[in-house]
């Protein structure tokens, strides 16, 4: 008899691997990898054929349209979303545990059923009592949303079939448990078959299902990176614990930008829209102070301006501190070693601690400039000029790279009562009314002209 194979799983991002190991090799993660039996793979069947039949590209347009975005009017989950729910789509929003994800979708979907979209909200977690109540502290006891308390997917597709509403929200991922598999509910294989299933039957219905995922950190339980590459729409809700702000931001969008974010705040009525986050981000700035930057930003469609804050202090450790919150610590690297090689601006001995304020996190390389710049007002004790903002992407050569989007990210810091900006030389930009440029080449050239270096 053919030895039984089994099959090790990443329960984090979903790689399957031939043998166990403490740490996956795919994404890195320590103690994710579970032994699981794989599914079975039934007798090949041959060729197939198309069910159905190819139809020209161009055979489309003369079809009907297709039916419009259904628009939950919570302007930021809208904009996320990339203008609205489109039917049929499935759309999974990730996160951590107790970040916000059911408060944020049981608003959604009572924003959407007072629409007259007709929504089912599903819960795995929460009885229905509790899902109710949870409405009534939120103000929406009275929308009329269909509540469910399920975690067999067989009897949630059955009432999907029976009830076809517009938007079927899955809460969550982790707690269903499909019958055609042998295994744990939250297990990789249950996650992505009951993933699999409920995006089969968004496609054939034209309801749109969005599933939810705890982020997972360890252990027995799938995360939401297993199922990312199922859907249409990969959503993170991003935030830190100790801050009321929460960010959706899109990841992956078959139907709209990437990187696009909606910035919401945590109250004691649910969450709450934020339509002018550069406000709210740059709102704790008082006086100017050193180590204070400001980074005129593009978050997906929408120019955000950010302050980027360094602290750079005497180390008495063999190898310095580099504490980054909200950037990429590799980029930050990056930076401080052409501060030294290029600039000759030595941070030996010293530990650097950046943080982008409010609890956003930054990820354009447009970003370089400005952490470049807060790094040298803390190491030089000198605070950069109020009204200022600055971008621009530094090479390892030490020159500026010019970014996209400059004339919208001007704009942007005029509104919010910005007068100067410093940009890399090259960047192709019309003036702003309001706004004098400064155009730098390089970083040595920066730093000589801003530090006096
Ligand atoms: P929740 O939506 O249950 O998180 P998740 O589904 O991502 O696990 O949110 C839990 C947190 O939100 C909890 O710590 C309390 C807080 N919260 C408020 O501050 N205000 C509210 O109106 C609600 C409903 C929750
Ligand atoms: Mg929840």
């Known amino acids: 008899m053919a030895k039984p194979i089994t099959a090790f799983t990443c329960t984090a991002c979903g790689a399957s691997h031939r043998k166990w190991s403490g740490r996956c090799e795919a994404c890195g993660a320590w103690n994710t990898i579970i032994e699981e ?52 789509s499935a759309i999974l929003v990730g996160g951590d545990p107790g970040i916000g994800k059911s408060t944020l979708l049981l608003q959604a979907a009572a924003a959407f059923a007072r629409a007259g979209q007709q929504a089912v909200y599903i819960s795995g977690e929460e009885a229905s009592a509790q899902v109710r109540m949870r409405a009534q502290r939120l103000g929406l006891g009275d929308a009329p949303v269909q509540l469910g308390a399920e975690t067999a997917l067989r009897d949630i597709l059955t009432t999907l079939d029976a009830e076809r509403p517009d938007v079927a929200i899955i809460d969550s991922i982790q707690t269903l448990w499909s019958d055609q598999i042998e295994a744990a509910p939250g297990s990789v294989a249950q ?8 995006v089969t039957f968004a496609k054939r ?17 799938a995360g ?9 729409t990969v959503l993170y809700f991003e935030g830190e614990r100790g801050h009321q702000f929460r960010i959706l931001r899109a990841h992956k ?16 009525g649910g969450l709450s829209e934020v339509t002018n ?4 981000f740059l709102s704790e700035r008082g006086q100017p102070h050193a180590g204070s930057a400001v980074f005129a930003g593009i978050e997906g469609t929408r120019p955000v301006l950010t302050e980027v804050q360094a602290l750079v202090a005497p180390s008495t450790l063999a190898s310095p501190r580099r504490t980054v919150v909200g950037l990429d610590s590799g980029r930050v690297s990056t930076i401080l070693a052409v501060l030294e090689a290029r600039c000759a601006v030595p941070f030996a001995g010293l530990d650097v601690f950046l943080n982008v304020a409010g609890g956003m996190r930054v990820h354009e390389p447009a970003a370089d400039l400005a952490i470049a710049a807060a790094l040298l007002s803390a190491r030089e004790d000198v605070a950069l000029p109020a009204d200022t903002v600055l971008f621009g992407e530094i090479s390892l050569s030490g020159a500026l790279r010019p970014v996209s989007q400059a004339e919208n990210r001007l ?13 890399p030389a090259a960047t192709k930009v019309e003036g702003v009314s309001g706004m004098r440029v400064d155009r730098v080449s390089d970083l040595t050239s920066f730093v000589g002209e801003t530090f006096g270096a």
Not at 60 to 81: H, K, N
Not at 253 to 268: K, L, Y
């Open 205 to 221: 219905r034209g309801t749109a299902i969005i599933l939810v995922g705890h982020v997972t950190k360890e252990g027995q339980i």
């Open 191 to 198: 996650v992505r078959a009951s993933a699999h299933e409920l």
């Open 411 to 423: 704009k942007e810091a005029t509104k919010l009562g910005f007068s100067r900006a410093i940009l």
């Open 224 to 232: 939401p990176r297993v199922v990312e590459h199922m859907v249409d």
């Open 277 to 280: 986050p550069s406000a709210l």
């Open 37 to 88: 039996a794989p599914l079975s793979q039934g007798p090949g069947r041959g060729l197939g054929t198309l069910k159905g039949k190819a139809i020209p590209l161009s055979g489309l347009a003369t079809q009907e349209a297709p039916p419009p975005r259904a628009q939950s009017r919570i302007a930021e989950f809208d904009r996320v979303l990339g203008g609205g729910l489109v039917p049929g």
């Open 253 to 268: 969008n078959r139907f709209g930008p990437a990187d696009e974010i909606g910035v919401f705040e945590m109250t004691g």
